[in-house]
């Protein structure tokens, strides 16, 4: 059943891999419905093969690899271990049930898409031309994008294409920041919602365009409640669930970012 709620503080930090063993350039600020079925993966023309190394074996049903290039600012990828490729990418190992390897052929789902340089509306253009819808920006030169494998794969011949990949469920958990005062200065990350136990309550956003109804339906199948919020600029929802089911959640593609609900505060000013 959805219920109305009040407006609650949304939280979505962005953060980049280990900037000790793998450094990044600086960053710039931030500003679907079925779980996909895992197809063989087909990554990018323009991404280095994965390695793997004694201290990151890659463990069947434990763990995957991402190869993200440097430049990309992704949410809570400092919190998991990775090796570099080469300049340009790092290869990121994460918990296997929060990484696809694809979407089902023709069906839409949603990617990053990073330009070789800054973004001129006639990119955006080029891109929309082919299909594509685009949506959340992504530090440095990224957007999310809606699309299918097809336009995918036009996409990413473009000229001022760098790099196209999926929005990986990683990608949508919201993580802790804690900065140090030594110098250079230093951040320590992590990623407290895949911690928790018990039931928690959460933010979920949802992209534009998506059935608000039918992922609240989702979520409640996984034996949560989940209720709309009103008065947000984007589509939200408030859930309580087992914070078991948070990677299952993640997965739903229409699902844009997770974080723990916070109570709005009410000012007397």
Request: hydrophobic share 35%.
């Amino acid at each position: 059943m959805i219920k109305a709620k009040l407006l609650p503080g949304l939280v979505l930090a962005l953060t980049a891999c280990l900037l000790s063993a793998c450094p990044v350039s600086e960053t710039e600020p931030i500003s679907p419905l079925d779980t996909p079925t895992p197809n063989p993966p087909k990554t990018s023309s323009k991404t280095p093969e994965k390695k793997t190394t004694d201290d990151t074996e890659i463990k069947p049903g434990e763990t995957c690899s991402l190869i993200i290039p440097k430049t990309l600012d992704l949410l809570a990828i400092e919190a998991f271990p990775c090796d570099e490729i080469d300049d340009d990418y790092i290869q990121i190992h994460v918990p296997e049930n929060l990484c696809f390897p694809s979407y089902p052929i023709q069906s839409e789902g949603y990617y990053i898409v990073q330009f070789k340089g800054p973004i001129y509306d006639a990119y955006k253009s080029q891109v929309e031309s082919l299909g594509a819808i685009l949506h959340s920006y992504i530090p440095k030169n990224g957007f999310v994008v809606k699309m299918n494998e097809s336009t995918k794969d036009e996409v990413d011949d473009l000229e001022i294409v760098k790099w196209v990949g999926i929005y990986e469920p990683v990608y949508k958990i919201s993580v802790d920041v804690k900065r140090s005062n030594v110098d250079p200065p230093a951040r320590e990350v992590s990623m407290p919602l895949l911690t928790r136990t018990g039931i928690i309550s959460l933010t979920i956003g949802i992209f534009n365009g998506e059935n608000l109804a039918d992922i609240a339906n989702r979520i409640e199948s996984l034996d949560g409640t989940a209720s709309t919020i009103y008065g947000t600029s984007d589509n939200t929802l408030q859930a309580y669930i087992d914070a078991a089911k948070i990677p299952d959640i993640a997965n739903i593609a229409g699902v844009a970012y997770i974080a723990e609900y916070r109570m709005p505060e009410i000012s007397d000013n």
